[in-house]
């Protein structure tokens, strides 16, 4: 009996020393588990990201606000008629409406890359630029002066209109043309941040600065010869019969913004396909500058020496020179991306952009039409005292907005 209870007792002791050995077993293994609240590196249910950093580019197709006009700034009429404004035979050549090419080509290009992936923090800088636009207009009279061809303005003497002539039958044949020139570009530096989710690639919430450049000139130029029934003055003498003018009047303005913005960005995807948007609002200054001058240039016998005093027509000692000031401006901007994943690093995709910028001077804006003839130079009342200082200059800002298309590729590496 004694023996049975011994070994009863040993085989006691032989279970509870495998059980507590398999117990540590289980300890130790489970130690070097992950705890349930880290997440695994191999879990397929987190995506691993095609790379930290991204280029793309892209061809933009714009279009923007035309400048604006003050009013008819070329006329025609038949000849016997004279052109000015309010007769029932004269026709507007170019002024009145709208003027240049809206429609700008240009690209955009764009670079940004991660600080830390499970930080959700990064840094996207892009930049964009459209070609130069050129719109021009002419008129030319034939070699008796027709038909007429006449430069409509208010006389500021007497309220009324009246017209600098450009060809009159049998007075004076010539003709006049005009040019705007415009170029537009800008760029942003932006950092971003994502607060929801660690695995998603394109951050939410994004902070920077903006910059837009908006570049325009306009002038436009007259050349008159006098015929033999024709006269006319030039800083207060007589132009004859074989002599020559040519008036040159020139408006330049540049827009430079700069300021802080905000925004926010999400992407929708679905298998290959994503949906970008974007919106954004920038708060600052923009830098308004105004360059005005004319000239009016005598050229006797047609081929002799020029002489050329200051001031044209629109461009005179009153309003002429250089004004600079700084607005506070707003710009909204709204992006739409849809396109494909062709491989996990590279996405093609096609988008819609508006971009509205408030308080912009353009040449049209600063075109006073309100003309003293005591100080045209090509007027036969140049000198005489007396009479109101106009034109003048007073900065007459527009908004302007920029909308179209985009294509392009983005590489992530």
Same mark, same amino acid.
């Given at each position: 009996? %004694?023996?049975?209870?011994?070994?009863?007792?040993?085989?006691?002791?032989?279970?509870?020393?495998?059980?507590?050995?398999?117990?540590? !077993?289980?300890?130790?293994?489970?130690? &070097?588990?992950?705890?349930?609240?880290?997440?695994?590196?191999?879990?397929?249910?987190?995506?691993?990201?095609?790379?930290?950093?991204?280029?793309?580019?892209?061809?933009?197709?714009?279009?923007?606000?035309?400048? /604006?006009?003050?009013?008819?700034?070329?006329?025609?009429?038949?000849?016997?008629?004279?052109?000015?404004?309010?007769?029932?035979?004269?026709?507007?050549?170019?002024?009145?409406? @709208?003027?240049?090419?809206?429609?700008?080509?240009?690209?955009?290009?764009?670079?940004?890359?991660?600080?830390?992936?499970?930080?959700?923090?990064?840094? !996207?800088?892009?930049?964009?630029?459209?070609?130069?636009?050129?719109?021009?207009?002419?008129?030319?009279?034939?070699?008796?002066?027709?038909?007429?061809?006449? %430069?409509?303005?208010?006389?500021?003497?007497?309220?009324?209109?009246?017209?600098?002539?450009?060809?009159?039958?049998?007075?004076?044949?010539?003709?006049?043309?005009?040019?705007?020139?415009?170029?537009?570009?800008?760029? *942003?530096?932006? +950092?971003?941040? &994502?607060?929801?989710?660690?695995?998603?690639?394109?951050? *939410?919430?994004?902070?920077?600065? %903006?910059?837009?450049?908006?570049?325009?000139?306009?002038?436009?130029?007259?050349?008159?010869?006098?015929?033999?029934?024709?006269?006319?003055?030039?800083?207060?003498?007589?132009? $004859?019969?074989? *002599?020559?003018?040519?008036?040159?009047?020139?408006?330049?303005?540049?827009?430079?913004?700069?300021?802080?913005?905000?925004?926010?960005?999400?992407?929708?995807?679905?298998?290959?396909?994503?949906? &970008?948007?974007?919106?954004?609002?920038?708060?600052?200054?923009?830098?308004?500058?105004?360059?005005?001058?004319?000239?009016?240039?005598?050229? !006797?016998?047609?081929?002799?020496?020029?002489?050329?005093?200051?001031?044209?027509?629109?461009?005179?000692?009153?309003?002429?020179?250089?004004?600079? $000031?700084?607005?506070?401006?707003?710009? /909204?901007?709204?992006?739409? &991306?849809?396109?494909?994943?062709?491989?996990?690093?590279?996405?093609?995709?096609?988008?819609?952009?508006?971009?509205?910028?408030?308080?912009?001077?353009?040449?049209?804006?600063?075109? *006073? %039409?309100?003309?003293?003839?005591?100080?045209?130079?090509?007027?036969?009342?140049?000198?005489?005292?007396?009479?109101? @200082?106009?034109?003048?200059?007073?900065?007459?800002?527009?908004?302007?907005?920029?909308?179209? +298309?985009?294509?392009?590729?983005?590489?992530?590496?």
């Amino acid at each position: 009996m %004694r023996k049975g209870f011994l070994s009863s007792l040993s085989l006691l002791l032989m279970s509870a020393g495998l059980a507590l050995a398999q117990a540590q !077993e289980g300890d130790i293994l489970q130690q &070097n588990s992950l705890p349930a609240d880290i997440p695994n590196a191999f879990d397929p249910d987190i995506p691993e990201p095609c790379g930290f950093a991204w280029a793309s580019g892209e061809f933009i197709w714009w279009w923007m606000t035309n400048s /604006p006009q003050p009013g008819a700034l070329v006329t025609t009429a038949p000849s016997g008629s004279t052109g000015v404004l309010g007769n029932k035979d004269t026709t507007v050549l170019f002024g009145g409406d @709208d003027f240049g090419n809206s429609e700008r080509f240009g690209g955009r290009a764009t670079l940004g890359w991660v600080f830390q992936y499970e930080h959700r923090a990064g840094l !996207e800088v892009s930049f964009f630029a459209v070609g130069d636009r050129s719109s021009t207009f002419g008129a030319q009279s034939d070699a008796t002066g027709s038909p007429t061809i006449a %430069r409509p303005v208010v006389n500021a003497l007497s309220g009324r209109e009246t017209a600098l002539f450009v060809s009159v039958q049998n007075q004076f044949q010539g003709g006049v043309t005009g040019s705007l020139q415009s170029s537009l570009f800008g760029g *942003d530096v932006n +950092l971003f941040y &994502n607060c929801f989710s660690r695995a998603v690639e394109y951050p *939410d919430f994004f902070l920077g600065f %903006r910059y837009l450049n908006l570049d325009e000139d306009f002038h436009i130029d007259q050349r008159t010869a006098v015929l033999p029934g024709g006269l006319a003055g030039f800083n207060g003498g007589l132009v $004859r019969a074989g *002599d020559a003018l040519a008036i040159t009047d020139r408006f330049a303005t540049l827009n430079e913004f700069l300021g802080g913005q905000i925004g926010l960005r999400q992407q929708f995807e679905r298998g290959c396909a994503f949906l &970008n948007v974007q919106t954004s609002v920038a708060f600052g200054t923009t830098r308004q500058t105004t360059d005005i001058r004319g000239s009016t240039t005598f050229i !006797e016998g047609f081929t002799g020496p020029p002489t050329t005093v200051p001031g044209g027509l629109l461009a005179q000692a009153s309003n002429s020179g250089h004004f600079v $000031r700084n607005e506070f401006t707003v710009v /909204p901007e709204v992006k739409i &991306n849809a396109g494909f994943y062709l491989t996990c690093n590279l996405q093609a995709f096609v988008g819609y952009n508006f971009i509205y910028w408030s308080s912009v001077v353009r040449p049209g804006t600063e075109i *006073d %039409r309100v003309v003293s003839p005591t100080q045209l130079p090509s007027s036969l009342s140049f000198g005489i005292a007396g009479g109101p @200082d106009r034109p003048a200059h007073v900065f007459n800002p527009k908004d302007v907005i920029i909308q179209g +298309l985009n294509f392009g590729l983005a590489y992530r590496f």
